[in-house]
């Protein structure tokens, strides 16, 4: 009697995988009721959508081809590992040689000269543009959020280089 008694109450236990289950499924239930009720940032209202100029900083990009980025030329974008598809079209391009920084000679303020280590060097501001949806929380472009700061790296035929998104604004 003891031992039937025994294995109804090994039936009745729970082990930690039950408990995993039951947690998975409240969180799941709590994650649909808070997006249900609109607190959970998937189902942001859009607000619009614009022409957005996204204005990308390269640093220290090695190249003799000072020419690489043309505007007019499209250049597939990729945000957080995600492409973004279709390409965006160039709109602006500046250009400088890298620069480094020496004290003046009498010590009191730095002064910016072309780096004598690396000539080949340069220094990229890269605008794209394209169709953007506008948002309470910023621009999102095909369910990608971009954001100041965000890395991205821009990619055509001759080139594939990181840089980072030191603008966004609202094209004219």
């Not at 995988?17 to 947690?23: E, I, T």
């Not at 004290?103 to 080949?120: C, E, H, Q, T, Y």
């Amino acid at each position: 009697m003891h031992t039937a008694e025994s294995k109804i109450s090994s039936k009745r236990r729970l082990n930690i995988l039950d408990y995993g289950l039951v947690v998975v499924t409240l969180l799941s239930a709590a994650g649909f009721g808070l997006a249900k009720a609109g607190h959970a940032g998937v189902n942001q209202v859009i607000k619009g959508t614009h022409k957005v100029n996204i204005e990308v900083f390269i640093t220290g990009l090695k190249t003799k081809d000072i020419n690489l980025f043309k505007v007019g030329d499209k250049s597939s974008i990729t945000i957080r590992n995600q492409p973004v598809q279709p390409p965006m079209t160039i709109v602006k391009v500046d250009h400088q040689p890298k620069q480094v920084a020496f004290l003046s000679p009498d010590g009191k303020k730095a002064m910016a000269f072309p780096d004598p280590a690396n000539s080949i060097a340069h220094d990229f501001y890269v605008t794209v543009q394209d169709e953007a949806d506008a948002t309470d929380d910023g621009y999102v472009i095909r369910g990608n959020k971009i954001k100041l700061g965000n890395q991205i790296e821009l990619e055509a035929f001759k080139y594939r280089v990181q840089g980072v998104v030191v603008d966004i604004n609202q094209a004219l």
